[in-house]
């Protein structure tokens, strides 16, 4: 008698996500400094990219802030 084998089917590869396997971590953080004319800075965290973009935008329109930087934080 032979014995027929089943082939298993393989599920298509997940794409792994940016934040790895981390679970607890379910957002990004966005850090936005802003540096002023007399030498000091100020900075300030966000959750939300679009947020800390609009602060950026609305700080630099003040004649003593010299430039903003937004960047992403882990």
């Known amino acids: 008698m032979k014995t027929e084998t ?3 089917k393989r ?3 997940r794409r ?3 934040l790895g ?3 607890r971590r379910k957002h990004r953080h966005w850090q936005v400094t802003v540096y002023y004319q007399d030498g000091e800075k ?6 939300d990219r679009a947020k800390a973009m609009r602060f950026a935008e ?3 329109k003040s004649p003593v802030v010299r430039a903003t930087r ?3 934080v882990n």
């Open 6 to 8: 089943k082939k298993r």
């Open 11 to 13: 599920k298509p590869a």
């Open 16 to 18: 792994k996500s940016v």
């Open 21 to 23: 396997k981390d679970r």
């Open 42 to 47: 100020f900075a300030r965290v966000y959750i």
């Open 58 to 60: 609305r700080q630099k």
């Open 70 to 72: 937004v960047r992403q």
